[in-house]
């Protein structure tokens, strides 16, 4: 087990590898000391979205850039954008760092993820924390609970679909908007979200090819939902209470399932790794403790 207050604050890093399909990928290291992390991020978020864990923060994390994202190839079959190659890039990420087990940090459809990689792999997991994500299933929690099933799903992929033609404008329009509130010290008087971070991932939004990005996401959302009868490890889900995308609620469900899992709701969007850092770098040394990685 590794101390918290002993792990070193290392220097980040950018590196490349190679998927199992021949794809090409950008990873990143903090470069730190502490127990193995693997973040299986939001589609198409950098590293930028988790500034406690880029400064070490007990934890030696590793992720890397979504097919066609971020630095990384497209894949040669434009197929290959699946949840399940995904959950593979994971794997190829967690060699590479050298990680025979690990704790996953999901956020969004990179929930989803770290659950499909736990189901090939249920040994290599240590424990998962979920953010705003769902295992599998993840359009039919889109919108507000209460709804036909049929009815969430087919809003979360008309919403996939548009966002090829409102992602650019919102991106464009999102970095100048919170860098604006970062000059007039918005931070110093509601302290969330750090609009730091927000203002790294906002400029890495504005590079996205969203057509592709869209591709990405509707692909993402074709995946069923996963029996998650084969979790033995600690799990922690993570719910915003003002999120559209999970619904709060759909997440909590999914806690009922799983015998070592805990619920949290927070108040805050689908946003929460920059509204909530603190708290949610909180809940992950929690988790870490619960899977005997770390301690007091």
Avoid: C, K
Avoid at 179 to 184: E, I, S, V
Wanted: charged share 20%; aromatic share 6%; glycine share 12%.
């Amino acid at each position: 087990m590794i101390s918290p207050s002993r792990s070193a604050r290392g220097t980040a890093s950018t590196g490349e590898l190679v998927s199992r399909d021949g794809t090409g990928l950008r990873t990143w290291t903090n470069g730190a000391d502490g127990a193995p992390l693997v973040i299986s991020n939001g589609l198409g978020a950098p590293p930028a979205a988790w500034p406690r864990l880029a400064e070490g923060g007990g934890f030696s994390a590793v992720s890397w850039s979504h097919r066609g994202l971020g630095g990384s190839e497209r894949p040669d079959d434009p197929a290959r954008i699946s949840v399940v190659d995904h959950a593979a890039d994971l794997e190829a990420t967690m060699d590479e760092a050298g990680f025979e087990r690990a704790v996953l940090l999901g956020w969004s459809i990179g929930v989803d993820v770290a659950f499909e990689f736990a189901r090939a792999h249920p040994e290599r997991v240590a424990g998962i924390l979920g953010i705003g994500g769902l295992p599998g299933g993840s359009f039919r929690a889109f919108g507000p609970p209460g709804q036909p099933a049929a009815v969430r799903e087919g809003l979360g992929r008309s919403a996939a679909w548009l966002l090829r033609l409102m992602g650019p404008p919102a991106a464009a329009l999102a970095y100048p908007t919170v860098n604006l509130a970062r000059a007039l010290r918005v931070d110093h008087v509601a302290p969330l979200p750090d609009l730091a971070a927000s203002a790294r991932v906002a400029r890495e939004f504005t590079t996205h090819p969203w057509t592709w990005y869209s591709e990405l996401l509707l692909a993402a959302g074709n995946h069923p939902p996963i029996d998650t009868g084969f979790v033995s490890f600690p799990v922690t889900l993570v719910g915003g209470t003002l999120d559209i995308a999970v619904s709060a609620a759909d997440i909590r469900a999914v806690t009922t399932t799983i015998p070592q899992a805990r619920f949290v709701p927070l108040v805050g969007t689908h946003f929460l790794p920059l509204e909530q850092p603190d708290r949610l770098h909180q809940e992950l040394i929690a988790l870490a403790e619960r899977a005997g990685l770390l301690r007091t």
